[in-house]
């Protein structure tokens, strides 16, 4: 989920900026000294599992325990990681904004120490005896299980993309790991002759917008060094291509219409229906989906976003729909197969866009719904598919699309200042930049963020 993008509250930005201007960096990650220490023996038993953690799964499981509901040991996180990145930063990773170290912390040091932590892979899931296996062999059980370990970076899934990532001399490159996406901006900076393709995949990706922002940044960069004409592209040294397998810029018609105009402004080829299925030295090899003829074209500059989709363990196990999704209700976010299982953010089967903006609004609704069955009620809240995009179209200027199901716009501040978002805006590229890293690791995955409605009290 590449985009923690929701806007706040006229009232909760000004509380917001008073505090960000009186705390200072060193004081960001106070509160978060005493460490939940991992479980490893077996046999545990627990009201609420919660399976990842990452954005959706911290953000519900100190959500749940904020409700004051739960006791010692009552919830538990499993998540194999050891380190928790702030992905939708990457992007500014690669456009040269920020340090990729600055936006990860410790798993264990993010954790309620009131929380269980099963430092482990899980092996599977086994809703008809509400319990999950761990890679170790041992057994959890739960009374409600909440599935939400995000989704798999497939780069097996392009031939020849691993090893061209893995050469730090290859002219590949991408923003979507922690272990490529500080290549990007090296690879913009000494580019500056001949074809640059970026492309995106077909299939579920988190973020879907991020694989132009990644571009627009490159492109404005090429601009500033002379390298990039985007008025005269027969003789600029830089060519640019976006590939995508997508009919369109992006799955919402307002804001696809905004950048499709901004594609040609700027001079920027477009490949439409074009899924990257190989890499051959500077040959980058196309399925067109429109006739499935294979398109092949030399780079010299490549980013690419690999394919994504469900982990096995989630695919193969009977909560899975026939995507490999979690099958869960579209409002509640509870399953269609098992009363106590729950699934948000980008293993779900919710169909909205995957990205942590989306989580923001997903979380308090399956929060409300689990409290109100835990209590032999039937879930009243709703979700109704908010998410966002904060689209960086240059350096300084953000286009924050707000959408919700069926692709039908939401704009919070066209609905408090009046502004409509289909404009590029410095505010919003702030909000991106800045803001959005600060809370998400000081109110977010705490479970004090509730996106367009501010802060959780």
């Known amino acids: 989920m590449l985009a923690t993008c929701v806007p706040l509250q006229p009232a909760a930005r000004i509380a917001l900026r008073t505090a960000a201007t009186r705390l200072g960096p060193s004081l960001l990650l106070r509160g978060l000294a005493t460490a939940a220490a991992p479980v490893t023996s077996a046999g545990r038993s627990h009201k609420v599992v919660v399976v990842g953690g990452g954005s959706a799964g911290l953000t519900v499981a100190h959500q749940l325990l904020r409700t004051g509901q739960f006791a010692q040991d009552d919830l538990a996180i499993v998540d194999p990681a050891e380190w928790h990145h702030y992905q939708p930063g990457w992007t500014l990773v690669g456009g040269g904004l920020k340090d990729r170290d ?25 809703p008809e005896t509400n319990s999950i296996t761990l ?70 990706v988190k973020c879907a917008g991020a694989p132009q922002k990644a571009m627009w940044l490159a492109l404005d960069h090429w601009k500033g060094t002379g390298m990039y004409k985007p008025k005269d592209v027969a003789n600029s040294p830089i060519k640019i291509t976006f590939a995508t397998a997508l009919p369109g810029m992006f799955g919402v018609p307002k804001y696809s219409a905004k950048l499709e105009e901004l594609r040609k402004e700027r001079g920027v080829e477009g490949l439409f229906q074009h899924d990257l299925v190989s890499i051959d030295g500077n040959n980058a090899t196309f399925n067109r989906l429109d006739n499935n003829e294979k398109v092949t074209r030399k780079f010299d500059f490549l980013h690419v976003v690999p394919k994504m989709g469900p982990y096995a363990f989630v695919k193969n196990s009977p909560v899975a729909d026939a995507a490999g999704f979690v099958d869960v209700d579209q409002g509640t976010t509870r399953s269609n197969k098992f009363p106590n299982v729950w699934s948000i953010g980008d293993a779900s089967s919710l169909p909205t866009s995957k990205t942590a903006a989306a989580i923001t609004a997903q979380a308090p609704v399956m929060v409300s719904s689990l409290m109100q069955v835990m209590e032999g009620k039937e879930p009243t809240a709703i979700y109704d598919g908010y998410t966002s995009c904060p689209l960086l179209t240059e350096y300084g200027k953000v286009l924050l699309a707000e959408f919700k199901y069926g692709g039908v716009p939401k704009e919070s501040f066209n609905e408090w200042l009046g502004w409509d978002q289909i404009k590029p805006r410095r505010t919003f590229y702030h909000l991106k930049k800045d803001f959005f890293p600060w809370v998400y690791f000081n109110s977010m995955v705490k479970g004090t963020w509730g996106g367009p409605n501010g802060f959780i009290r």
Do not use: M, W
């Not at 410790?106 to 899980?122: A, E, G, M, R, T």
């Open 102 to 126: 600055e936006l990860r912390r410790k798993l264990k040091d993010l954790i309620d120490p009131k929380l269980k932590f099963y430092n482990q892979k899980v092996q599977g899931l086994a």
């Open 135 to 204: 890679a170790n062999g041992d057994t959890v059980s739960y009374q409600h299980l909440v599935v939400a370990p995000g989704i798999s970076i497939n780069y097996d899934a392009i031939k020849g993309l691993p090893e061209a990532l893995a050469d730090r001399e290859s002219p590949v490159s991408s923003i979507y790991g922690y272990e490529t996406c500080n290549k990007v901006f090296p690879n913009i900076e000494k580019f500056s002759k001949g074809n640059a393709i970026f492309t995106q995949p077909a299939g579920v």
